[in-house]
């Protein structure tokens, strides 16, 4: 169990990633990025916290 919710948490961080290359690349006008710019912020949390939690005791098996 602790296989899959680390490897979730890296594909969650992976497609965090491919979104701010990806609205780096757009422009320097600023429109509409600050929903991104948010979705990005929780895609990373969620994956950080996805990664952390593989570590505890309970779903080590």
């Known amino acids: 169990m ?3 919710l680390a490897l979730t948490g890296l594909a969650v961080l992976l497609i965090a990633l491919v979104i701010f290359v990806r ?3 757009i422009g320097d006008d600023g429109t509409n990025r600050g929903s991104t ?3 990005i912020i929780l895609l990373t949390f ?3 916290l ?3 939690a593989s570590q505890l005791p309970v779903f080590q098996g």
Do not use: E, I, K, Y
């Open 37 to 39: 710019r948010r979705g």
């Open 23 to 25: 609205n780096q690349r």
């Open 2 to 4: 602790s296989t899959v």
């Open 50 to 52: 996805l990664g952390l």
């Open 46 to 48: 969620f994956g950080l």
